[in-house]
């Protein structure tokens, strides 16, 4: 678990200080996307790091999803006389 924390804090590490200057130029809106970007990474790095089973995109997919899926499948089958 230490060798992951320090691998994925090497990581956003270095991507900050490369993205610093542009960083420092962007827009408003610009620093608000990379934030997100940024907290999006934070939280799929901690669910890895840590071993934690917190929800992700399959699982948010799966919520969404299924029941339109289900629906049009449902509605693709044949009837049997």
Do not use: N
């Not at 408003?28 to 992700?56: E, H, N, Q, T």
Request: charged fraction near 20%.
């Amino acid at each position: 678990m230490l060798e992951k924390l320090m691998m994925i804090t090497g990581f956003f590490v270095l991507a900050l200080a490369t993205d610093w200057g542009k960083l420092r130029a962007a827009s408003r809106r610009g620093k608000w996307s990379y934030a997100f970007i940024v907290l999006c990474a934070l939280y799929f790095s901690a669910d890895y790091a840590l071993d934690f089973s917190l929800p992700d995109l399959h699982w948010l997919a799966d919520h969404i999803l299924l029941g339109p899926a289900q629906a049009i499948v449902d509605s693709l089958k044949v009837k049997q006389l």
